[in-house]
């Protein structure tokens, strides 16, 4: 019988693997932002030295993909197998970012949350007993997601309120079964959630739902309050979702406000960057967590964090079908402390 | 350390999950094949119902998992977690079939070797202690598939004699921690390889090489030769993929011939049914798998299968873009001893 399951859906590592490496590569907008100082790789050019912009997110993963196992000390052949997937059609944007690697690849669709379901899986295959060493790898590109998704850039549609920035950058983490953290200590895969949304400019209220579905459980499951946490950060709720995760927990008499933040709000300055809502994308809290978060925890500045990454899981066909955008987030919690 | 790898990159199940129920939904073309008597339900309507391609494809995941839950005796709420995806953009074929099911869920992309990867990932999560209860599921649909990445069915192009044609249906299985097998007793996920195919209407040739590199590494990690299996099944080489597959081994000196079979070759007549080359599709592999083939083993017919689905990793844009087509293979062994 499952050993490792506490309460409805929450996965207890029982030796919590440990981050040996992280790190970020990101667009000359994300550089520009409040979070600059914690990127590892910051590019002025959105081709990065490519061709087209699919080709240039690769470059993104193979940039961070190579930071990360360096900081790491390790090689493409040390690890056992990388969980890794992105927004593009097919999920290229990876694919081909990671075509030369040769590590053993388990492709992940989560939308924007495929961070934490990539890292997920990663900590579940060592502390399974499979791996040794895994990668968690994603990407977006605001050039390659913008004219998959929405419009060509060249149109120059106007933008709502609501609507959010897709980050352009990668983040990669690898997982290490020893080390001196921090750690891994549980999943909380998610459900998925559909509250009838089906403005594709809202990402923000769609996904919503599926955070406080998925961080509710969480904390349930553990049996305890959002004080078992430091922070509590979501993906790329923005400024619309991030409110209505709030009020929702507030009508639980729950205070989620005073520790919870937002990947999709940090990276950017809503004032001076013109991205509405917030940024947006797997990219985005891929490069908040392998960048700000674990340096910050490193740093001792928290010890242990719930990161919940929120994913929209629509597509161009599907909106333009009439149908509402399920939604799902996957969380991770990290610790300073085996 | 990881206790549960062998070799390179074959993952052991210390305590091999079992089937407990598989099954799988298909449309007309599928019904009227060679395979007909293994489905658990044939629809004589592409559109099972609904108003789109997409949405009946979602139908076909519907109908395929409330028949495998049914035949294991288990109702949505005992599945600890599912592992699903498919070819459609943004994986909405799966998505949006699991939308009111409630269950924990975990989007993959493998392309058309999502049903191996989905199965994989669920014997890892019950192995190593996370769930008692998993699902994997996978679907595609040929109108579905041919206008995303082909041409729309009403331009009638023609199509050379390596294409293939994209299965229209589902298959889901249901793995435990305890029951009467068939088990999953190994995985080997495989590595991106990319031998340079540039033809999209020939991805027999660009999958071989993956294929190649999956079972001969899985057979080199357990230091066993192909007579270890009763049948070597790939996912949907057709008929110039498997070839080349075979005569990949016959340059090493080992027979894969005579044990090989296709699933992309089993399901159609290609006498009879103008398919070309064979089927495709996630769809494909996962209805053999989870009619045919455990069928077969359960009636002793095989004692051992690797089960090898075969993926073609590219996008209509990276086509457009002149890339080659990388292609991975991921393979699980079946055996009905524990």
């Known amino acids: 019988m499952a050993q490792k399951l506490i309460g409805k859906q929450t996965f207890v590592m029982q030796n919590p693997p440990s981050f040996a490496g992280h790190a970020c590569a990101v667009g000359k907008k994300e550089g520009d932002g409040p979070l600059k100082n914690s ?34 000390s ?12 992105d927004l ?18 388990f492709g992940v669709y989560g939308a924007c949350s495929t961070m934490a379901e990539s890292l997920a899986l990663a900590a579940m295959a060592i502390d399974g007993g499979f791996a040794d060493k895994a990668l968690a790898v994603t990407s977006s590109h605001f050039c390659s997601a913008e004219r998959q998704f929405r419009t060509p850039l060249e149109y120059g549609g106007q933008r709502p309120p609501s609507a959010q920035w897709t980050v352009t950058g990668s983040g990669a983490a690898v997982l290490t079964s020893e080390g001196p953290g921090p750690y891994v200590k549980f999943v909380t895969p998610g459900k998925t959630v559909d509250n009838g949304t089906t403005d594709a400019n809202n990402m923000g209220a769609a996904m919503a739902t599926a955070a406080y579905d998925t961080i509710r459980t969480h904390l349930e499951d553990r049996g305890v309050g959002p004080e078992a946490y430091d922070l509590i950060v979501t993906g790329d709720l923005g400024l619309v979702g991030s409110k209505i995760l709030c009020d929702f927990f507030a009508a639980d008499g729950i205070d989620l406000a005073s520790r919870h933040a937002d990947c999709g709000l940090l990276i950017f300055d809503r004032d001076r960057q013109d991205v509405h809502a917030g940024g947006s994308g797997c990219g985005c809290s891929a490069s908040v967590l392998c960048g700000y978060l674990l340096n910050g925890m490193r740093e001792g500045r928290w010890q242990n964090i719930l990161f919940t990454a929120t994913g929209a899981l629509l597509s161009p066909t599907t909106t333009q079908q009439g149908e509402s955008i399920p939604s799902i987030a996957c969380a991770v919690a990290i610790s300073n402390a085996r």
Chains 1, 2 share one sequence.
Do not use: Y
């Not at 493409?76 to 890794?84: L, M, R, T």
């Open 88 to 105: 593009l059609n097919q999920c290229v944007g990876t694919t081909f970012g990671m075509r030369e690697a040769e590590i053993p690849m």
């Open 39 to 72: 990127f590892d790789f910051i590019t002025q050019d959105a081709f990065f030295g490519e061709k087209s912009w699919e080709k240039a997110e690769s470059a993104f993963v193979k940039k961070a993909v190579s930071l990360a196992l360096s900081k790491a």
């Open 74 to 85: 390790l090689s493409n052949s040390d690890i056992n197998c990388v969980f890794c997937g």
